[in-house]
């Protein structure tokens, strides 16, 4: 299993982003994904998750109407488009998924951090004027 990534960097607050991950080595269009994310020094936070059909998505209250989930199962890929940030949003951001994918889908809203499997490399998101 591979997640790979991409699209952080450094924006000034009020600016966006998108996030990319690339899966590989699982059935992606059978699974269930989300994006958590670690600001420095502190523990890690779910930020969204979306359902293997992009049908349903759920977010944490802090990115709410800034953020949101899709995907193209098509290229195998789960996005994260970031509008309006804010410094508070400064963190490193995961791709990750679970073991077989897919489950209850009210354990994938504010779900557990150690029942995620599968994480990415993480990319950095740096919100600064």
């Known amino acids: 299993v591979q997640l790979v990534e991409s699209g952080g960097g450094l924006v000034q607050p009020g600016q966006s982003l998108r996030l990319s991950c690339e899966a590989s080595?699982?059935?992606?269009?059978?699974?269930?994904m989300s994006w958590v994310r670690q600001p420095l020094g502190k523990w890690l936070e779910w930020v969204s998750s979306?359902?293997?059909?992009?049908?349903?998505?759920c977010y944490a209250d802090s990115v709410k109407c800034r953020f949101t989930i899709f995907r193209d199962n098509a290229k195998n890929t789960v996005y994260l488009q970031m509008n309006s940030l804010k410094s508070e949003d400064t963190d490193l951001y995961y791709c990750?998924?679970?073991?077989?994918?897919?489950?209850?889908?009210?354990?994938?809203?504010?779900?557990?951090?150690?029942?995620?499997?599968?994480w990415g490399q993480g990319t950095q998101v740096t919100v600064s004027s």
């Open positions: 979306i359902d293997n059909a992009g049908s349903h998505t």
């Open positions: 990750v998924t679970r073991r077989g994918g897919g489950g209850d889908w009210y354990t994938w809203f504010y779900p557990k951090i150690a029942d995620f499997d599968y």
């Open positions: 080595g699982f059935t992606f269009v059978a699974a269930y």
